[in-house]
């Protein structure tokens, strides 16, 4: 089983909705949609596969933004891209995989033995 580790500010730019408008508001509605996963009940993720835990990694405006069961929102205190090399080495042992479409990112989570995916794994265009 691995753990999920979400680029909020990644995933939520990864489609022109008008994000941008209420970024906590896209943030949250990310977190909803990643917390219908259930990874708590041994839920699988295609393309990833089982998931023992999801950890939403926010910034910025986003930061005020609640866990939820199933999600654990990570509220970077600067950098989210740093705060998510952070949970990749602290997670290298047990298995990660990391959301992003952001080049630098995923060379540097895969440093410490992290899995990418691209933001359609978990947010489906359109």
């Known amino acids: 089983m691995s753990v999920l580790i979400v680029d909020g500010a990644n995933v939520v730019g990864s489609v022109p909705d008008g994000w941008w408008r209420d970024r906590r508001g896209a943030a949250e509605r990310l977190r909803d949609r990643l917390a219908q996963r259930d990874p708590a009940g041994g839920g699988e993720i295609e393309g990833i596969g089982p998931v023992e835990e999801i950890v939403l990694v926010v910034e910025g405006a986003a930061r005020g933004v609640e866990s939820v069961p199933g999600v654990r929102v990570d509220p970077a205190p600067g950098s989210g891209d740093d705060r998510i090399v952070e949970l990749a080495a ?11 479409a952001d080049r630098e990112l995923r060379e540097r989570v895969r440093a410490h033995g992290a ?5 359609r794994t978990v947010r489906p265009v359109g």
């Open 115 to 119: 899995r990418c995916v691209g933001p």
């Open 90 to 100: 602290a997670y290298a042992g047990r298995g990660c995989v990391v959301v992003t």
